[in-house]
């Protein structure tokens, strides 16, 4: 397994300084990883992470790295920055080949680029790429997300940061190509191994209005400091320090987890689509009739014998079977299915009626598991189960014991959700590495739930709780209603009703017009043959105003997580819109950014036309300039006046017309004539308004809408902030919007 601080390994490609030769043979050269830290910040139910890794390139040649990462499967990336040598590279979320494209055309043109891109098979691992760290340069990567955290079944709040990335099974109907996501530059990579010691910090902050009862972890020792009303903790790795060869967790004990806990967040009021609208997140435990619980399931077991279980993996997946063995109810039938590259039955002709002489026979397979069934085929096993119908009369229930070392995730949900009406699917994931992206992506695809066991003094009670859940029996038509004024507006995001356990952790998330007030929410079905309903009052919201839309960017991952197992038409095009919004990635975009203050890597003449391919390739550009233009940028030096930059006609110009806004997002009167050439008088008194600067900024807007509509995307934020500016002034931002667009077309 590799340390998450090596990032799986880095793919070196030497620039050639003299002739960039790109195709010339790869000398192999050690990059030297300085440090890693972790900034985790905890509010509630949600975590925001900050990841820096610091590179060294101590060689005498531009280096291209590709990296590998591993990261929760639900988490929300949203930003990637790059600072090398004091200068700041920032990303911005695009289509994936588009964001590609320009990553090579920056590298191929000398400049420094970063790509973050979620893998094409699986959501549990990142991709990220540095193209040119300049000799002797320091780099740190900063890539930020946001997490869920939900209430496990012994009370706590767990956090776990990835930091093991196993070597994943590729099953032979899988291409290597499909899951080889290399942009290198180069023809032969190298891989480098980092050989010398570095640091490894991990720094947490816990809020959120909640008592903390105590603070903890699963295998390492911290420093828990709590302020002296127990609302707020910070946390430290005790002084041996962290050593990545397994997940770091953390557990969080508040005095009353199970409070229902409702957060709204404002939204951007210039944002568009998701951002705009408040966003409000329910955590509630909803409470099911004893009556719910039944004991006509047909439970079968699937346990993945695999070479990758070896050792303490193999050990917990014995410990889990027995317990859930031992914990069936009598008048249930049950089966053991064992895989790796084959599969087997404990009994060959199916499901056998939990008996005392079935126990027996289950037991003494049991003895007999070992790791030791070659590579981790898991969908033949599954298709299996789904090849007979369901036992009469009685609710089918996969479990399956895994560390989730594959890579055609995607296969396997796909079947599972295909058979969901028939089946639920719960998981456990067993050890350091499990894949996120196959234990929660299958029970959540199979209606079910899921565990992640790292270690065995905890197996027992969530093997429990699972059990629990698995003899609920599935709720029916469930319904989440809405109190309130004035009505309607209200989107439950994803659109589709959450899957509901009774007595365990419950996310919501709901978009509010920002005029709404909610009264109360509902939450009702039927289980079996009882009904349930649960009410919450809506003078429990918290209002908070987050900069980050932490809220609002976890609502996205959700809608997308469920987009990926959904067969629904046009899907891909619905992630990229919703992805592009909100900046969170998605397997079909990628966050890009290049540096182009640095002076290029040698002499590049192409240099100029580059620039211009990537800005109009791409209308929201990622590239940073300290110059707000691209129209002459010499290679060497930078332009010394904006007079360099800008023509005198400024109603031809696009970038000239930015160049007027002011800080605060306006344009003058002054500015609209230069842009307009019409006279100050004309515009002076074409309409009424309460500001003079705010009708000046309205004619400008209507300016760019008539002149550059087809660059929207390169002003449409500056665009946001002057129409923020009109509304801070008291004037209405439509209206004078409609007068300035008249005045334009008669004159």
């Known amino acids: 397994m590799a340390p998450w601080g090596l990032i799986g390994q880095a793919q070196v490609a030497v620039v050639s300084e003299e002739t960039y030769n790109w195709s010339r043979p790869c000398e192999v050269h050690v990059v030297t990883l300085k440090a890693v830290d972790i900034n985790v910040t905890v509010r509630g139910f949600v975590a925001r992470v900050e990841a820096s890794l610091t590179y060294h390139n101590a060689t005498t040649n531009a280096l291209e790295l590709e990296f590998r990462m591993p990261v929760d499967e639900g988490a929300a990336v949203y930003k990637f920055e790059a600072v090398i040598d004091g200068r700041k590279i920032s990303a911005k979320c695009m289509e994936k080949k588009k964001a590609e494209q320009i990553y090579k055309d920056a590298v191929q043109s000398g400049h420094t680029a970063v790509l973050a891109r979620e893998d094409a098979l699986t959501a549990d691992v990142f991709h990220l790429a540095l193209g040119n760290l300049p000799e002797g340069s320091q ?4 890539l930020s997300m946001m997490m869920e955290l939900k209430v496990k079944t012994d009370g706590a709040v767990s956090f776990t940061l990835p930091t093991v990335l196993n070597p994943r099974y590729c099953p032979l109907d899988i291409s290597p190509s499909q899951h080889t996501e290399s942009v290198a530059q180069t023809g032969n990579p190298e891989t480098v191994i980092v050989s010398e010691a570095y640091t490894f910090g991990i720094k947490a902050k816990v809020r959120g209005g909640h008592i903390i009862a105590r603070v903890t972890s699963h295998h390492d020792s911290l420093n828990v400091k709590l302020s002296d009303d127990s609302m707020s903790a910070e946390v430290t790795q005790d002084s041996g320090g962290f050593k990545p060869d397994h997940d770091w967790s953390m557990l969080i004990y508040y005095a009353n987890p199970y409070k229902t806990h409702i957060i709204r967040e404002s ?24 009556e719910s619980y039944s004991h006509r399931n ?5 346990v993945d014998r695999s070479g990758s279980m070896e050792g303490d993996c193999i050990q917990s997946a014995c410990a889990t079977l027995l317990l859930f063995l031992k914990s069936l109810p009598t008048g249930c039938y049950f089966n053991v299915i064992s895989f790796g590259s084959t599969y087997s039955l404990l009994f ?18 049991h003895g007999t598991i070992k790791a030791d069934m070659g590579g981790t085929e898991i969908l033949q096993p599954i298709k299996h189960v789904y090849s007979t119908p369901p036992k009469p009369g009685y609710a089918r229930q996969i479990i399956l014991l895994t560390d989730g070392q594959v ?24 050890g350091n590495g499990a894949s996120t992206a196959l234990v929660y992506g299958l029970a959540r695809a199979g209606r079910g739930r899921a565990e992640m066991v790292y270690q065995q003094d905890k197996l027992q009670l969530k093997v429990m709780g699972l059990v629990r859940s698995m003899l609920q029996e599935s709720a029916q038509d469930v319904k989440i209603s809405f109190e309130v004024d004035p009505p309607g507006g209200i989107k439950l995001i994803p659109k589709n009703p959450p899957i509901i356990f009774g007595g365990q952790h419950l996310i919501m998330y709901v978009r509010v017009p920002t005029s709404t007030e909610v009264k109360n929410i509902t939450v009702s079905g039927i289980v079996g043959c009882a009904e349930f309903k649960n009410c919450y009052n809506g003078s429990d919201i918290v209002t908070i105003h987050d900069e980050e839309k932490t809220l609002h960017r976890l609502a996205a991952r959700a809608q997308i997580n469920e987009w990926q197992i959904a067969n629904e038409e046009d899907v891909a095009e619905d992630m990229i819109t919703l992805s592009l919004a909100t900046g969170v990635v998605c397997r079909w975009t990628a966050l890009v950014g290049v540096d182009l203050d640095m002076k290029p890597v040698g002499h590049n003449p192409e240099l100029k036309k580059m620039r211009k391919k990537i800005y109009s390739s791409n209308k929201e550009s990622p590239i940073r300039s300290r110059a707000d233009t691209v129209d002459e940028v010499d290679t060497g030096k930078e332009a010394e006046s904006e007079k360099e930059h800008y023509p005198v006609d400024y109603g031809k110009n696009l970038m000239a017309v930015v160049s007027l806004q002011k800080f605060d997002g306006s344009w003058t009167l002054e500015d609209v004539v230069k842009v307009t050439s019409l006279p100050h008088s004309l515009l002076a008194g074409a309409t009424t308004y309460k500001n003079e600067t705010s009708w000046a900024t309205s004619v400008v807007l209507a300016f760019l809408e008539m002149k550059y509509s087809a660059e929207k995307d390169e002003w449409g934020l500056l665009a946001n902030k002057a129409r923020m500016f009109i509304a801070r002034c008291g004037d209405d931002v439509e209206v004078l919007m409609e007068a300035a667009r008249k005045v334009l077309a008669e004159n």
């Open 139 to 142: 780099a740190e990567l900063q």
């Open 267 to 290: 939204g951007e009021r210039a944002g568009t689509g998701l951002m705009k609208d408040d966003l409000v997140m329910v955590n509630l435990h909803p409470e099911f009739p004893e």
């Open 298 to 302: 047909e439970i079968l077991f699937v």
């Open 348 to 365: 060959p002709d199916g499901s056998q009626e939990y008996t005392e002489e079935t126990l027996k026979k289950a037991l003494e397979l």
């Open 407 to 430: 890579f055609n995730v995607d296969q396997v949900k796909e079947l599972v959700s295909c058979h969901a009406h028939e089946t639920r699917v719960f998981a456990v994931g067993i």
